[in-house]
């Protein structure tokens, strides 16, 4: 009944999730962010609000994350990173005492420990849910995002972490309003990877037998902080890849149609133009890439011959 429940409501608010391909100078003036992938929210048992046991879409959030992250500062893109770090006095209501700084709690995760040694990487502690607020220096008003947006010539954000529904659609909605006043120059487009976002999950029999807290499906909740991003402004996209060479200029954003519509896409025949050129060309940067055959090394005239059948031209 529940599943049913969930699956009607995708279906009347649904997510239009596109795909995002990093080539040329849209790749050099894309800035990712990272939204607290600390142990206080990821790791297993590591406090108040942590997962209890095991979670799938957590643990897969978090693996997403890290190789994105690998990427950009193996290719010396910027990587902004927020860690959700609060004063053991200064409580954050409804929530209980989380991420106190000076634990383990308001760390970076195992998996993402190597960004604090790593020069691509800018690493801010917040003490709210909105990262955007939490840049804002409270001795002179300085805002630690909105200089690294600038600094770094960034026009598109690539926004990933937890919670989808929290802290992310906070942020994200933060960034579009600053960028629609004007204040993010020269900032155009925020993209939410959804593979690589995560919420936790509070059923309503649980929520019940707990004081002062209400229930928070995990999966409606994740899928409720999409459409409400997505309502804000922000592209959402659910395939994520990086161009293997720079001699073909695609587009680097493309639409599909809604994954919460119930209805399914049809796979492309195995020796077309688009899968002929995935096969080739592309590297998925958060999959398998030894299940893939990627060409190192492509002769000219055969890149020109599949460019064309692709443009149509």
């Not at 910027?78 to 004063?87: E, G, I, S």
């Not at 890849?241 to 119930?262: D, H, K, T, V, W």
Request: glycine residues 6%.
């Amino acid at each position: 009944m529940v599943s049913q429940a969930i699956d009607l409501l995708k279906k009347e608010l649904p997510v239009e999730e596109g795909r995002l391909l990093l080539n040329g100078d849209g790749a050099k003036t894309t800035g990712l962010v990272l939204v607290d992938l600390v142990n206080g929210f990821c790791t297993v048992g590591a406090g108040n609000l942590a997962p209890k046991v095991a979670d799938k879409q957590i643990s897969e959030m978090v693996e997403e994350s890290a190789r994105i992250a690998r990427l950009f500062c193996e290719k010396k893109w910027p990587v902004l990173a927020f860690l959700d770090t609060h004063h053991p006095d200064i409580p954050e209501h409804p929530y209980p005492p989380h991420c106190i700084q000076g634990t383990d709690e308001a760390n970076l995760v195992p998996a993402l420990q190597w960004l604090e040694n790593d020069p691509s990487a800018t690493l801010r502690r917040k003490d709210c849910i909105d990262g955007f607020l939490g840049s804002i220096d409270k001795h002179d008003g300085s805002n630690v995002f909105v200089d690294w947006v600038r600094n770094n010539d960034i026009k598109r954000l690539l926004v990933v972490g937890i919670c989808t529904d929290i802290c992310v659609l906070d942020f994200v909605s933060s960034a579009l309003s600053a960028r629609n006043r004007g204040f993010l120059s020269p900032l155009e487009d925020v993209v939410v990877y959804s593979r690589a976002c995560a919420t936790y999950d509070l059923p309503l029999h649980i929520a019940n037998t707990l004081q002062d807290t209400i229930a928070h499906p995990q999966e409606l909740m994740h899928h409720i902080g999409l459409y409400i991003a997505q309502g804000r402004g922000a592209k959402v996209v659910s395939e994520f890849y990086r161009i293997a060479f720079s001699g073909l200029n695609l587009p680097e954003f493309s639409a599909r149609q809604s994954i919460s519509s119930g209805r399914t896409e049809k796979q492309a025949p195995t020796r077309s133009p688009s899968e002929l050129f995935k096969r080739m060309f592309l590297i998925p940067c958060v999959k398998d890439t030894s299940k893939l055959r990627v060409l190192s090394e492509v002769q000219e005239k055969e890149k020109k011959r599949i460019y064309h059948v692709l443009s149509g031209a």
